[in-house]
T-cell receptor, first 108, second 113 residues
Framework: AQRVTQPEKLLSVFKGAPVELKCNYS??????LFWYVQYSRQRLQLLLR??SRESIKGFTADLNKGETSFHLKKPFAQEEDSAMYYC??????????FGTGTKLQVIP | GVTQSPTHLIKTRGQQVTLRCSSQ?????VSWYQQALGQGPQFIFQ???????GRGNFPPRFSGLQFPNDSSELNVNALELDDSALYLC??????????????FGPGTRLTVL
C-alpha cells in the first residue's frame, strides 16, 4: 500500500532563510506527486505537481525516485509562506494519499 | 468556484447524513475526502462522469452520487462517533488520466454525538 510521510509537524524558519519541507513516499510503481497548501482560514489548494516541473510562488519540488522523496524547497522564505503544507501521492487515475502535513511558520 | 453545503452539521450516532457539493463548471471529476482534526485528508472516493471510479479504505456505508448538473452528494449511513470530521470535496478536470486543474470546496464540518 502507498504511504506518504512528512516527518516534521512544524517547521520554523526566519524570513529570508531557505525552506525545505520533507516528503517521503512508499510506492513501488511510478507515482504522481503533488504539494498542496492551506493558508489560514482558506481552503486547500494545489500548489504544484511533479509532472509539470513548475515553480509556483518561488517553490520547487524535485521527484527523487532513488530516495523516494519529493521535498518542497524555496530559497528565501517570506512571511506569506506561513501555511500548512501537504504532500500527496496519486496512484493511477484515482486514489490519492495525503501526508499528515507540515506547518510552516516564517518568523519575521 | 466549488461550494459545499451545509457548512456545519450535528447528527447523532446511527443517523444518516447527506453532504452536497457544487463543482466547478466544466469539470468532469469530483473527489471526496475526510479530514480528521490534525490529520491530512483521506480519500473516500472519486466520481468521473457520474460513475465511481476509485475508492479509498472506507466501508460501503459511505456512498456517493454525481449528477450531470455539476452537483454531487456524499451519503453516510449508520453514523459512528469516528465519522466526526471535516468533509472536503474536490472538483477536477481530468484529461487522459492527467489532472489539469483541481479546486477544493471549503468543507462541511460534521459532528456525530
Amino acid at each position: 500500500a502507498q504511504r506518504v510521510t512528512q516527518p516534521e509537524k512544524l517547521l520554523s524558519v526566519f524570513k529570508g532563510a531557505p525552506v525545505e519541507l520533507k516528503c517521503n513516499y512508499s510506492y513501488s510503481g511510478s507515482p504522481e506527486l503533488f504539494w498542496y497548501v492551506q493558508y489560514s482560514r482558506q481552503r486547500l489548494q494545489l500548489l504544484l505537481r511533479h509532472i509539470s516541473r513548475e515553480s509556483i510562488k518561488g517553490f520547487t519540488a524535485d521527484l527523487n525516485k532513488g530516495e523516494t522523496s519529493f521535498h518542497l524547497k524555496k530559497p528565501f522564505a517570506q512571511e506569506e509562506d506561513s501555511a500548512m503544507y501537504y504532500c500527496a501521492l496519486k496512484v493511477g487515475y484515482q486514489k490519492v494519499t495525503f501526508g499528515t502535513g507540515t506547518k510552516l511558520q516564517v518568523i519575521p | 468556484g466549488v461550494t459545499q453545503s451545509p457548512t456545519h452539521l450535528i447528527k447523532t450516532r446511527g443517523q444518516q447524513v447527506t453532504l452536497r457539493c457544487s463543482s466547478q463548471s466544466g469539470h468532469n471529476t469530483v473527489s471526496w475526502y475526510q479530514q480528521a482534526l490534525g490529520q491530512g485528508p483521506q480519500f473516500i472516493f472519486q466520481y468521473y462522469r457520474e460513475e465511481e471510479n476509485g475508492r479509498g479504505n472506507f466501508p460501503p456505508r459511505f456512498s456517493g452520487l454525481q449528477f450531470p448538473n455539476d452537483s454531487s452528494e456524499l451519503n453516510v449511513n449508520a453514523l459512528e462517533l469516528d465519522d466526526s470530521a471535516l468533509y472536503l470535496c474536490a472538483s477536477s478536470l481530468l484529461l487522459a488520466g492527467a489532472m489539469i486543474t483541481q479546486y477544493f470546496g471549503p468543507g462541511t464540518r460534521l459532528t456525530v454525538l
